[in-house]
């Protein structure tokens, strides 16, 4: 068995296992190309990770704009500080409440002072 670490920086994404079913089977030239296999699969896990980051941010924003242009109308200007009261109140991600209030209509966040500001 060959077994190789899957890193990009300081962080392991995981391992690289190689078996065979021979003792020994795996030389320094083995271990020398499982080691570049290993550099070449750690980078496009790393940019896969990171593609995912910017598609979720993507979504949450899209979701949030949405909620924020529903709330507008009742709210003005102070639309996403009302999105970010009921976040913080309920102790819930700003996205699950622009979720509701997509889904729900404008009434999913609980009443309660509209903050002040602009």
């Known amino acids: 068995m060959l077994c190789v670490q899957l890193f990009v920086t300081k962080d392991t994404l995981g391992a690289l296992n190689l078996y065979s079913t021979q003792v020994e089977a795996f030389d320094s030239d083995d271990e ?17 990770k990171e593609f995912e980051s910017l598609v979720s941010a993507i979504a949450s924003r899209t979701v949030i704009g949405q909620a924020e242009g529903m709330l ?27 979720e509701e209030i997509v889904r729900n209509g404008v009434d999913a966040p609980r009443p309660g002072p509209v903050p002040s500001g602009s």
Do not use: D, G, P
């Open 32 to 48: 020398a190309a499982a080691l570049a296999l290993a550099a070449h699969v750690a980078v496009a896990l790393t940019a896969a």
């Open 72 to 98: 507008m109308e009742r709210y003005k200007h102070q639309a996403f500080a009302v999105l970010a009261r009921e976040s913080q109140a309920s102790n819930r991600r700003l996205r699950t409440i622009a």
